[in-house]
């Protein structure tokens, strides 16, 4: 676990040091679109985020590649290899895609491209562990076409839902944290060494997030860009790839008793098809009704638009952070239930707890104007907007310091009186 964490803490490090002279590139080269009719933001800023995310992977392999014990890796697997050469050219793409701008059928060629080059290098599904019928052993076409299916609607997915600040990087963090845990569970709790790539990729993903969130989060001064956000949604689909297409369930025997147990053991994340839906809910559900919702109206699926989760949280009045942090929620909800259901299925305190926090979801998401109350004791833990004391004297100095700007305004301008129906702001008088 400690060679893990240094992995994290060097990724996360490099990240965030990268990070500002990137912004500083990224401005100097003129990667900073105007603003679109579907952004939220209202000043440029730049993007090519993701090229720090890259620097972080590749300090994060290096690292790794060196150490005693996650260094075993590198020996024994060929997939650390096989995701640096697709992240590279999925990072490419994104580059080009942020300064330039790339037709969407191009973007879809490359991510296949990306994922086709994985699967040249061994990073593919070999077979499927169905329950109630044991593992179910693929051709080298279906396994193919699996393994680029399974990377094209996770890189998609991710990309969708990256439209507030720190939205997608904070999904992906969290889908990290919950897909290490499992992955961790799998190569320590069973021994079984095909585990140790997709934990290793886990835990770097969490360190790339980790590293940009303090300059994506709300205002951002830079955004991942499609470098990024393309590059990890290609991290959590190479993972999930590897832990379930690679580790036979047949080694699963010697804890279980029989491979359908230990097929039902690993049930619901392990299944190919299930598990990138598990960790990413959330975005996968968004980008099956951004389809939806696109080809019924007769546009191409690639349109872009303002009809996403976190565009229909903030119509109903959610602030920025608020729509975030609720999208946090959802997805941590079900990426560590889903974990937690693998781990124990036939706990009913962890279903009777998923439904409880469901609720809770529930009623702060159809509750937005709602503002919670702290004791004053708790206040000086939380942010500055829930203290009840700054939000009396915000509004105190609101009501004190408006008449004052207009009196002022009114004796600059030897001005007596302020027009009837016009109020001061700022130092202009404004009719309404």
């Known amino acids: 676990m400690r060679e893990y964490l240094l992995t994290l803490c060097v990724t996360a490090a490099v990240t965030y040091l990268l990070t500002g002279p990137v912004r500083k590139f990224a401005i100097a080269a003129g990667a900073m679109p105007e603003i679109r009719a579907r952004d939220v933001h209202r000043e440029p800023t730049p993007r090519l985020g993701g090229i720090a995310m890259f620097g972080g992977l590749c300090a994060g392999l290096l690292v790794a590649a060196h150490l005693s014990n996650v260094g075993k890796v590198f020996e024994l697997s060929n997939e650390p290899r096989a995701l640096l050469s697709g992240a590279a050219l999925i990072w490419l793409l994104g580059v080009l895609d942020d300064k330039w701008g790339v037709d969407a059928l191009i973007k879809l060629g490359g991510q296949m491209i990306a994922a086709g080059v994985m699967v040249m290098q061994g990073l593919t599904i070999l077979w499927i562990p169905v329950p109630g019928v044991g593992s179910v052993a693929l051709t080298s076409m279906q396994g193919t076409l699996l393994t680029v299916a399974l990377v094209v609607i996770t890189i998609n997915a991710v990309n969708f839902v990256d439209g507030l600040d720190g939205l997608a990087s904070g999904m992906v963090c969290i889908a990290a944290a919950a897909f290490f845990m499992y992955a961790y569970r799998m190569w320590f709790g069973y021994g079984l060494e095909a585990a ?237």
């Open 196 to 432: 140790a790539p997709a934990t290793l990729f886990a835990v770097i993903l969490m360190g790339m997030c980790l590293g940009f969130l303090p300059h994506n989060m709300h205002p951002a001064r830079i955004f991942m860009g499609d470098s990024g956000s393309m590059l990890i949604g290609l991290v959590l689909a190479a993972g999930a790839i590897s832990i379930t297409g690679q580790v036979d369930p047949d080694a699963l025997k010697l804890f279980t008793g029989s491979e359908r147990a230990a097929v039902h053991t690993t049930v619901p994340v392990y299944i190919p098809l299930l598990l990138p839906l598990t960790v990413l809910m959330v975005p996968v559900a968004d980008l099956v009704l951004a389809i939806v919702r696109r080809t019924w109206k007769g546009q191409s699926p690639f349109v872009a638009d303002r009809g996403h989760l976190h565009h229909r949280l903030l119509e109903i009045g959610h602030s920025h952070s608020r729509a975030v942090l609720i999208m946090y929620f959802w997805s941590a909800l079900i990426a560590f239930g889903a974990v937690a259901y693998s781990v124990n299925s036939a706990s009913m305190w962890i279903v009777l707890a998923i439904v409880a926090l469901s609720a809770v979801g529930l009623v702060l998401l159809l509750m937005p104007r709602f503002t919670p109350r702290a004791p004053r004791w708790a206040e000086s833990f939380l942010p500055p907007r829930y203290r009840r004391s700054d939000r009396l004297r915000e509004a105190a100095a609101e009501l004190s310091v408006v008449p004052e700007l207009a009196r002022g305004t009114a004796e600059h301008e030897g001005r007596t009186r302020v027009p009837v129906g016009a109020t001061a702001i700022g130092g202009r008088s404004r009719d309404w």
